[in-house]
């Protein structure tokens, strides 16, 4: 019905798409983009199978535009011709009488035609009848937590001066946890496009090892600067707040970036750090809603000095700026942070006496304008101790800023990485995600 692969020549969806834009005058403008997914979910807890569920949906996004005056609206797609044909003829009719009561918008980029692309990834998912075994031979009786979602997800973008780019990708994501008896959590992601029954179980056995450090005692630190381990998953943490100000352009030029000191020559970052969006990793499509195609590369900070933010086609115009294809967010869709030396052996040596970190959450800005935010340790993290983990730690609430943890307190960085895919499930099952190392770090401050 509505999820095909690159080489149909003509499906539903495309007949759909050119009825609407028959019914559009020339004086009119309108871009559509849609979202589908034919997705599985698989809940289990205590490792059993809890439930099992499926979707399959299409949702159309509207931005009609006539006059310098835009509107947004957005619709679910049924699979039912005359149904659907009434939806998209209203959903215009709407638009246009509502566009009629809108002030003309200066800043308004036209539509533009940005030609026409179809790029697939064809994954190789597991047997459904196979799950339940792939899923719980290695976990024993333990408290296995978690969501399995896979199938195929596609995004496209059309617009009606002959625009048409299309994505496809089938993946999977696996988001588990671990618990003991008195609740402490080892969480673990296992997730891409080849569904491997031996990498799965590497996965879940390594939690299941980290799970047994969690059996003894909690340690209470006090607060105050300690030298830590991050793991790729805080990391990654880290990274996702970077999308929330630090490197869009409209947020320089309003006054309200994390990276705004980087920028003004006040603060530096480390030689060591560099963060790259990269959508040769396959993870998100390099088009955005407008259809512009981004770089397939493009460099955000290089060994410490920054060389581009995110420009969306409406911020290059009002600030007289090229864009580079951003979303209109303006921040990472598909982001690589470079690996450095750090061997995975040698961490906890390297480390000595210390804290290793192996995952952080809520996770905010505590002073924007000077890079500072703050979150809380989370999961299976240690107090180490001559290079041995001595107990897990309590949670702790840290106040950092991003010129010291990628700046003067970087101390290195691991020569291995991981992809981190977003997990996020609201609406439609969320695409993008990062590559990202782990990093070591002094003076790491602890508030709480």
Request: with cysteine; proline share 3%.
């Amino acid at each position: 019905m509505m999820l095909e692969n690159e080489n149909t020549k003509s499906s539903y969806f495309i007949d759909l798409v050119g009825r609407i834009f028959e019914k559009i005058e020339r004086h009119e403008e309108l871009g559509l983009n849609f979202s589908g997914e034919d997705s599985f979910f698989l809940r289990f807890n205590r490792g059993k199978v809890r439930q099992v569920t499926s979707l399959k949906q299409g949702i159309l996004n509207f931005q009609f535009v006539d006059n310098l005056r835009s509107i947004n609206y957005r619709l679910q797609i049924s699979g039912h011709w005359e149904l659907d044909k009434e939806r998209v003829e209203e959903a215009l009719k709407f638009c246009r009488e509502k566009a009629k009561t809108l002030p003309q918008d200066p800043f308004l980029v036209p539509l533009e035609n940005h030609g026409v692309t179809s790029q697939q990834f064809t994954g190789h998912l597991p047997n459904v009848e196979n799950l339940e075994k792939d899923l719980f031979d290695s976990v024993g009786n333990l408290d296995f937590v978690g969501c399995l979602s896979m199938g195929k997800i596609e995004k496209s973008t059309f617009n009606s001066k002959g625009q048409a780019h299309r994505f496809f990708t089938e993946n999977f994501q696996l988001d588990y946890s671990f618990y003991t008896e008195n609740q402490k959590a080892v969480k673990g992601l296992y997730a891409g496009l080849d569904w491997k029954v031996g990498e799965l179980r590497d996965s879940l056995i390594q939690s299941i090892n980290d799970l047994e450090k969690l059996k003894t005692p909690s340690i209470k630190l006090p607060r105050g600067k300690y030298k830590v381990y991050l793991a790729p998953d805080a990391v990654s943490e880290i990274i996702d707040i970077f999308s929330w100000g630090a490197v869009s352009y409209s947020s320089l030029m309003r006054g309200n970036s994390g990276l705004k000191q980087l920028h003004d020559g006040e603060r530096l970052l480390s030689e060591q750090f560099s963060l790259i969006e990269d959508f040769s990793l396959g993870l998100n499509p390099r088009f955005n809603e407008r259809g512009e195609i981004a770089p397939e590369k493009l460099s955000i900070i290089e060994n410490g000095k920054l060389k581009n933010l995110m420009v969306n086609a409406r911020t290059a115009k009002e600030y007289g700026v090229p864009s580079n294809g951003a979303s209109s967010f303006e921040g990472l869709r598909s982001s690589i942070v470079a690996k450095g030396n750090l061997k995975k052996e040698e961490i906890l040596s390297t480390l000595d006496t210390g804290i290793y970190i192996s995952n952080l959450h809520y996770l905010n800005w505590s002073d924007i304008q000077r890079g500072r935010f703050t979150g809380m340790t989370r999961f299976a993290c240690f107090y180490v101790e001559n290079g041995k983990i001595i107990a897990p730690i309590e949670d702790l609430r840290f106040d950092e800023s991003l010129y010291d943890v990628f700046g003067d307190n970087l101390l290195s960085v691991t020569d291995f990485t991981q992809i981190i895919p977003n997990v996020g499930s609201y609406i439609t099952r969320s695409l993008g995600g990062k590559s990202t190392p782990g990093i070591l770090v002094k003076d790491f401050n602890f508030t709480l």
